[in-house]
């Protein structure tokens, strides 16, 4: 997606939203208009960004519409997303709650978390440059419901009701094959492993990168008897060591670790167990390779860092390895993409009485979180690029004259430093690059002064 179409309110919603099939042309419309008045105030509530009471009704009006659907505005981003072609391209998934928990009265919201939440859960499939960080868009999404379990329900009966996890191998399927002469790889958490995603993967001509949850899998060694990969792995030679920078977690600052690489070719046989789906499918082995990340010296009172990762790519030497390890580091970005979701749209804050209403305003929200979250990437994956070639002109002069002093704005990194600087970043040694917070809050004013500069010229004219 250009640069320009991020930045401006106007050229993004067209591009996102223009195409939407929505039963009516005026609704199709309704949603472009809106979307660009969401974007110049992502954070606000409804009345904040629609500012007058005929676009506020129009709001209403457009998320009570049964063709308004969550699938129906998001179609036309995620074919945009799936639409580059050539190289190699991650699709990172993973499933967030969104919680309404303090809307007791919305209807039809399901259970989340312990049980006595309530909300819904959305996975997203967001799309990432394999040599860059930079963020395409979402390749696609479901937004589902949790069932609850019937009282007194028996293992028979809570086997043949649809899993939760099933969601994986829907979106994966959603997504579908690449275009010609380019590669999709999935990189997926614990979650996905499971034989039928794998089925899924291959169904779509799609690789993999996913963290093995089972240690104990029984495989078959390059042609060998069934081996566990916990007993595997150990048995293969040390590749090679680098030092790894872990992000906090719970429980755990922010380190580097040492960490040692094994990596060794394995067949995953079809479980006795299979899906219906499975058995439908007709694999009965799958070919893969698994790489181990094993930290050493980790700090005492440091759970070590233990990585199992199950790839479709060959892995013949450190260097391959590597690549993959390197794949499956950044899956940060569809966290840091949820994140953006609920704390920078403040999704979670919605107040509609209805569980599809929320559904909907979530559908609109989750391609302004991907608009918001590329303003911070575009400054880390072209930062020296010349300003001038993919920032409007009005925009940067209006920045310039903004602010009360700085160097010339000339590159990506300029504009978008300065972008943060109205926001309240500070720009000193230690801050590092600016987050998206303070990027959008910037934006948010800029886009304010440059309404209210072209409304004096208009008036004064």
């Not at 009704?57 to 049964?66: N, S, T, V």
């Not at 070919?287 to 094993?294: A, L, N, Q, T």
Request: contains cysteine.
């Amino acid at each position: 997606m250009a640069t320009t179409s991020v930045l401006d309110p106007e050229a993004w919603a067209e591009a996102n939203f223009g195409s939407c099939e929505l039963g009516d042309n005026r609704r199709t419309n309704r949603a472009v208009t809106l979307a660009a008045q969401i974007a110049a105030h992502p954070d606000g509530s409804t009345p904040d960004q629609t500012e007058t009471w005929s676009d506020l009704k129009a709001a209403y009006r457009l998320f009570h519409e049964d063709d308004v659907t969550f699938q129906a505005l998001c179609e036309p981003h995620w074919r945009l997303t799936r639409g580059r072609s050539g190289g190699v391209w991650l699709i990172i998934g993973d499933t967030t709650e969104i919680d309404f928990s303090h809307h007791r009265e919305t209807a039809g919201l399901g259970p989340i978390g312990n049980g006595r939440g309530h909300g819904f859960l959305l996975h997203s499939a967001l799309m990432v440059s394999a040599d860059t960080d930079e963020i395409v868009g979402l390749a696609g999404a479901e937004l589902f419901h949790r069932k609850p379990a019937r009282k007194g329900e028996s293992t028979h009966q809570r086997k043949q009701r649809p899993r939760e996890s099933e969601v994986w191998g829907r979106v994966i399927d959603l997504v579908g094959p690449p275009p010609d002469e380019t590669r999709f790889v999935h990189v997926l958490d614990a979650g996905a492993d499971n034989y039928e995603v794998y089925c899924h993967l291959l169904s779509q001509r799609a690789g993999w990168v996913v963290r093995a949850a089972q240690h104990h899998r029984m495989v078959v060694d390059d042609g060998g008897p069934r081996v566990a990969l916990n007993e595997l792995l150990p048995a293969q030679a040390v590749a090679g060591t680098y030092e790894l920078s872990l992000r906090a977690r719970q429980g755990q600052k922010a380190r580097t670790a040492k960490v040692e690489v094994r990596f060794a070719p394995v067949t995953m046989p079809c479980p006795h167990s299979a899906s219906p789906w499975v058995r439908r499918y007709g694999a009965q082995a799958i070919d893969m390779w698994v790489v181990e990340v094993h930290e050493i010296g980790a700090p005492r009172g440091m759970e070590p860092l233990h990585w199992l990762l199950l790839t479709s790519e060959p892995v013949r030497t450190f260097e391959a390895a590597w690549k993959i390890i390197g794949w499956y580091e950044k899956r940060f970005l569809v966290e840091e993409y949820h994140k953006c979701l609920k704390t920078g749209c403040r999704v979670e804050a919605r107040q509609y009485a209805a569980s599809d209403r929320l559904e909907r305003v979530t559908g609109m929200l989750s391609i302004l979180a991907v608009r918001l979250i590329q303003l911070k990437s575009l400054a880390r994956t072209e930062p020296e690029r010349p300003v001038d070639e993919v920032v409007p002109r009005r925009w940067t002069q209006a920045l310039t004259a903004i602010r009360k002093k700085g160097k010339p704005i000339q590159t990506i990194r300029d504009f978008f430093r300065a972008l943060a600087g109205l926001g309240g970043f500070l720009g000193r040694k230690g801050d590092g690059e600016p987050g998206w917070i303070t990027i959008w809050r910037g934006l948010d004013k800029l886009i304010l002064c440059m309404r209210g500069a072209e409304a004096l010229a208009k008036k004064c004219g």
